[in-house]
């Protein structure tokens, strides 16, 4: 299986690798600072040296629903070009990653000031929603508030490990319920923001709120009898 370096640093940007396996759209290896689709959150993108001549191009991380294999997919013209064996320099598209990081720690601050289950949600660059289990709209300016007093708020980020046991011991831990935290290895990461927001999470985040900069409410949607659609863009 892949090391996830990005599991205990998310600013860590490029690393060396070894090839493990290469598939039809891409390859393994036996680490990796890339971050695979899951969680709402897109996989990473960047590039993979293999020499000073050949430099590729990685347009997404994804992994395979059925063996758990970490995949960096290239292009099919570019898989010609690896071999098992092969050392290679992973290196992140950074740009891109560090705003998923902002926008997907905005989610969980979001989380935090409304109290109600979520039922699904998306990550992207510019924007985030979260879908919550609610009867009535919210005001977007009075959210939109809170939520950038809490981002102002400079709350660090820390990250610890529980069993799967003690997860089942405390399921409002959860709070997504569409996207159950990963399982499979006996143990749970768990991210917190202190004194604002505690769950499952394995994915990127900013080491501290005051990271994510101004961001807005931009509208609110009925999407069933008691779910309502929240989008937040970054105010820039």
């Known amino acids: 299986m892949t090391i996830e370096l990005f599991r205990e640093d998310s600013y860590a940007k490029h690393c060396e690798a070894t090839i493990t396996k290469v598939y039809e759209k891409g390859f393994s290896c036996d680490q990796t600072v890339f971050y695979p689709f899951g969680g709402g959150q897109p996989g990473d993108t960047g590039s993979l040296t293999v020499s000073p001549d050949i430099n590729l191009a990685i347009t997404d991380t994804i992994k395979d629903r059925d063996t758990g294999a970490l995949i960096h997919c290239l292009g099919s013209d570019d898989l010609s070009k690896l071999s098992l064996g092969d050392t290679v320099t992973l290196t992140l598209n950074w740009e891109r990653r560090y705003r998923l990081m902002r926008m997907h720690s905005c989610l969980h601050m979001l989380c935090a ?6 039922t699904g949600g ?8 979260l879908d919550f289990d609610l009867p009535d709209n919210i005001d977007k300016e009075t959210t939109t508030a809170r939520l950038n007093e809490l981002i102002t708020g400079n709350h660090t980020m820390s990250t610890r490990w529980i069993t799967d046991e003690e997860l089942d011991a405390n399921p409002e831990l959860v709070r997504t319920l569409s996207a159950p935290p990963p399982r499979g290895t006996g143990k749970v990461r768990l991210v917190e923001f202190e004194g604002v927001d505690l769950q499952p999470c394995g994915g990127t985040h900013v080491a501290s709120t005051s990271e994510i900069g101004p961001v807005r409410i931009q509208k609110v949607e009925k999407k069933g009898k008691i779910n309502r659609r929240i989008t937040v863009v970054f105010e820039e």
């Not at 000031?113 to 979520?118: E, F």
């Not at 998306?122 to 924007?127: D, G, L, V």
């Open 122 to 129: 998306s990550i992207q660059e510019a924007r985030g929603r």
């Open 113 to 118: 000031t409304i109290p109600a289950p979520v």
